[in-house]
């Protein structure tokens, strides 16, 4: 529980800024302060939930009694290492943060499915879903199988705490950031590692690249749309990259030094006998995201 001092202190910093007319001898305006400031610390329960469900297993701390975070083995000291979120502690975060553990690669269309009379106007709904057939679609029916126990999410399609917890870091700081070349490049490389990558077609796309196999975490990323992207851009996802792929540039892009680090094209005098093996993009390799 955060401490009473702690609670004051906060209380004290909001009426603090009211405006010099109210500050000086308006202690009624203070005192009105006080309690919309009061209510809103709800006693200190938010700090409560940061130190419970901590994200970050190699910067943990708490709140002290000046509000400042405390970090072992930082600048700040005093801090406890034991509240790193698990379990359900993370099911919980995951809702704050606005993505479950849960994952499937079963694409919901048109399963046959009980509707009410209310409902039957409407169909199909979402996940489209029809019923028995009617006058009116007789000849036009639409399905593509029913749905089974194996198709629905369980237990057995989630996440565990420790690629959860990795996927809510990344949605925290997807959450926050700017969007920028560079900042998408830091969550990548600092989340995910050196096997992810993303570079711009210069036509308001990302193609993400994705070396080597896929992990159940970024399969999970993949299938959630989560990739980051600024607005309105689109994404390619392009996996299963295990060498170097043949491509073409322009004259154009040669000259403003764009190239790709999995590209390579036709070979030189200085190269030809030294080219690297080499793979072909194919659409099997390419996944549109939006």
């Given at each position: 529980m955060a401490s009473a001092a702690l609670i004051e202190q906060l209380i004290e910093y909001y009426v603090n800024l009211l405006i010099i007319q109210y500050s000086g001898n308006q202690p009624k305006?203070?005192?009105?302060?006080?309690?919309?400031?009061?209510?809103?610390?709800?006693?200190?329960?938010?700090?409560d939930v940061m130190n419970a469900y901590n994200l970050i297993p190699s910067v943990t701390g708490t709140w002290d009694?000046?509000?400042?975070?405390?970090?072992?083995?930082?600048?700040?000291?005093?801090?406890?290492?034991?509240?790193?979120?698990?379990?359900?502690?993370?099911?919980?975060?995951?809702?704050?943060?606005?993505?479950?553990?849960?994952?499937?690669?079963?694409?919901?269309?048109?399963?046959?499915?009980?509707?009410t009379y209310?409902?039957?106007?409407?169909?199909?709904?979402?996940?489209?879903?029809?019923?028995?057939?009617?006058?009116a679609n007789f000849n036009s029916f639409s399905y593509n199988g029913t749905l089974i126990y194996p198709d629905v999410?369980?237990?057995?399609?989630?996440?565990?705490?420790?690629?959860?917890l990795t996927l809510l870091r990344f949605m925290i700081i997807c959450n926050n950031m700017n969007y920028s070349a560079e900042a998408i490049d830091n969550v990548l490389y600092d989340i995910l590692g050196p096997n992810v990558r993303a570079e711009s077609g210069y036509n308001m796309t990302l193609t993400y690249f994705f070396v080597g196999a896929i992990s159940t975490l970024l399969s999970t990323i993949i299938f959630k749309g989560l990739l980051p992207a600024p607005e309105a851009?689109?994404?390619?996802?392009?996996q299963g990259i295990g060498e170097l792929l043949f491509a073409f540039t322009t004259y154009n892009m040669i000259a403003r030094g764009i190239s790709s680090p999995y590209a390579y094209g036709f070979s030189t005098y200085a190269d030809y006998d030294t080219l690297p093996i080499q793979q072909t993009l194919t659409y099997s390799n390419i996944t549109p995201q939006a």
């Open positions: 305006a203070q005192a009105t302060v006080a309690l919309l400031a009061s209510e809103a610390m709800a006693s200190g329960i938010f700090f009694s000046g509000g400042s975070w405390d970090v072992p083995g930082s600048a700040w000291d005093g801090a406890s290492s034991e509240n790193i979120a698990v379990g359900t502690q993370l099911d919980v975060l995951g809702k704050y943060v606005g993505v479950d553990r849960f994952y499937t690669g079963i694409d919901l269309v048109n399963y046959f499915g009980l509707v209310s409902e039957a106007g409407l169909l199909p709904s979402s996940p489209p879903v029809f019923g028995c057939l009617t006058y999410i369980t237990e057995n399609n989630a996440l565990t705490d420790t690629d959860y851009v689109g994404i390619n996802v392009v």
